[in-house]
T-cell receptor
Framework: AQSVAQPEDQVNVAEGNPLTVKCTYSVSGNPYLFWYVQYPNRGLQFLLKYITGDNLVKGSYGFEAEFNKSQTSFHLKKPSALVSDSALYFCAVRDKGSSNTGKLIFGQGTTLQVKP | KAGVTQTPRYLIKTRGQQVTLSCSPISGHRSVSWYQQTPGQGLQFLFEYFSETQRNKGNFPGRFSGRQFSNSRSEMNVSTLELGDSALYLC??????????????FGPGTRLTVL
């Protein structure tokens, strides 16, 4: 069965410092991996995705993520955090073998708090 | 391009009633997926429609149903509401093609409260 784990309920970081939000996944085949962000009372906004190729993926708002197949991880990173980055972040996976389905499996979410 | 729209944004119902939620996808998108978001269970997949056909279904009781129209707009219906159905219901659209590599674009959600 496919699953996604985000081991930290909350990550606290000072503004200007680098941030990392962790994600590990489990799928039977090769994965498609996604990061989304949710601000209060809003839907999810797409940040970036890994499909194939370069393990370092760059996305919106200065975020990037590193795919590590051996560790089955897809950690979200940003070199310098902003207070406005404070939000709820979701990692999601889709099995390539799912063949055209839109279904995403989400992690439980990590709240990112960036303090001034 | 306009984003995914969901109506209504907020809904209050009582136990035993039924409710219909509506979603209009991004123009040109043919796939619409529905998710339930609760503090306890997180984001859970309900079902996906593509070209008016249900393509995938999550592990929810039969009280939850949906449909898609020829213009790709989708509705989901929950009958005999229970307190545990209180949640944020999110709709997401994508082109539906490309072997699953496409990201989904989410609407703002409908907040359903069951009293």
């Amino acid at each position: 069965a496919q699953s996604v784990a985000q081991p930290e309920d909350q990550v606290n970081v000072a503004e200007g410092n680098p941030l990392t939000v962790k994600c590990t996944y489990s799928v039977s085949g090769n994965p498609y991996l996604f990061w989304y962000v949710q601000y209060p009372n809003r839907g999810l906004q797409f940040l970036l995705k890994y499909i194939t190729g370069d393990n370092l993926v760059k996305g919106s708002y200065g975020f990037e993520a590193e795919f590590n197949k051996s560790q089955t991880s897809f950690h979200l990173k940003k070199p310098s955090a902003l207070v406005s980055d404070s939000a709820l972040y979701f990692c999601a996976v889709r099995d390539k073998g799912s063949s055209n389905t839109g279904k995403l499996i989400f992690g439980q979410g990590t709240t990112l708090q960036v303090k001034p | 391009k306009a984003g995914v729209t969901q109506t209504p944004r907020y809904l209050i119902k009582t136990r035993g009633q039924q409710v219909t939620l509506s979603c209009s996808p991004i123009s040109g998108h043919r796939s619409v997926s529905w998710y339930q978001q609760t503090p306890g269970q997180g984001l859970q997949f309900l079902f996906e429609y593509f070209s008016e056909t249900q393509r995938n279904k999550g592990n929810f009781p039969g009280r939850f149903s949906g449909r898609q129209f020829s213009n790709s707009r989708s509705e989901m219906n929950v009958s005999t509401l229970e307190l545990g159905d209180s949640a944020l219901y999110l709709c997401a659209s994508s082109s539906g093609l490309g072997q699953g590599a496409n990201e989904q674009f989410f609407g703002p959600g409908t907040r359903l409260t069951v009293l």
